[in-house]
Nanobody
Framework: QVQLVESGGGLVQPGGSLRLSCAAS????????MSWYRQAPGKERELVAT???????NYADSVKGRFTISRDNAKNTVYLQMNSLKPEDTADYIC???????????????WGQGTQVTVSS
């Protein structure tokens, strides 16, 4: 069974840092673009960052310059380094393997269960 398991969330003060990890198993990790999404209570889920199989990255404007997404294909793990955290970063952070088509075959998306990040004094 495909599995994405996030870790590293917690409570941090404004201006602090956290590093989230998403450990993947039972799929071809290196072929997938990987993303971090977040969802706060009463808010829509939003895309935070994406890293492609070719190591290209994209970030939401709200986190540019503060967050860094990276991946270690040998460890089947994607990371989100979060610096200069703000209260508005408080959310459940969810890892996703982004589905894609290749050679007429669909490789489906997969979602993790999420890890909570709370930024508060």
């Amino acid at each position: 069974q495909v599995q994405l398991v996030e870790s590293g969330g917690g409570l941090v003060q404004p201006g602090g840092s956290l590093r989230l990890s998403c450990a993947a198993s039972r799929f071809t990790f290196s072929s997938y673009a990987m993303s971090w999404y977040r969802q706060a209570p009463g808010k829509e889920r939003e895309l935070v960052a994406t890293i492609t199989s070719g190591q290209s990255t994209n970030y939401a404007d709200s986190v540019k310059g503060r967050f860094t997404i990276s991946r270690d294909n040998a460890k089947n793990t994607v990371y989100l380094q979060m610096n200069s955290l703000k209260p508005e970063d408080t959310a459940d952070y969810i890892c996703k393997a982004e589905g894609y088509y290749r050679g007429g075959i669909y490789y489906p998306s997969y979602w993790g269960q999420g890890t909570q990040v709370t930024v508060s004094s």
